[in-house]
């Protein structure tokens, strides 16, 4: 599960533009803010490697990086922005959808979910957009750090709410792993989960 080697290949703005040279990929989604680039880098330990996802509602692509030649990291548009117009939510569905629902080389989707906060409707809702799918899918909690919240919530308070919701909804809830991308946790377990998901 060791990333020796990645390597941006490119920027598609439809699904159809993705590279097709059929590696294996997995997507990572979440809302903005939720820590999606820091988990990125702290996978790769790079900094700025997802830096073509930074700007808010307005770069709205699938960028592909490819790891030790062989796998994707697929890093979507975030959701959720508290500033974007209508339009852009729209597009962004569109196109993330249209992504998820077409793209066979998917092999899972890592949902970043914040465990720093409450758990949110929106999360909740692509969560269970995805599961109704059938699309695989790790929950990846981020910040696992963040003692508390304003409202005095410890993460695994709120870790636990978001898979109280999510287990009335599944039969078989998706695994989880809890990550903080300052110290490194859960990183060795994530890249073994995905590394055993490849060989499938
Ligand atoms: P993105 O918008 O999803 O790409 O989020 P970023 O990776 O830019 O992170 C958003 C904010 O959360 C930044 O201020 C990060 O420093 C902070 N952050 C990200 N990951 C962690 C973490 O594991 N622990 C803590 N405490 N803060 C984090």
Known sequence: SHIKEVEFIKSSAKPKDCPK?????FA???RSNVGKSSLINALVRKKEVALTSKKPGKTQLINHFLVNKSWYIVDLPGYGFANAPESTRMDWSALTKGYFLNRDTLVAVLLLVDASIPAR??????ANWLGRNEIPMIFVFTKCDKSKNKKGNRPEENIK????????????PPPWIMTCSVSGLGRDELLLHMSQLRNY
């Open 21 to 25: 040279d059929n590696f294996p990929e």
């Open 28 to 30: 990572i989604l979440g």
């Open 121 to 126: 409707k929106i999360d909740l809702d692509c």
């Open 161 to 172: 709410d978001f898979q109280d919701i999510i287990r009335e909804n599944y039969r078989q």
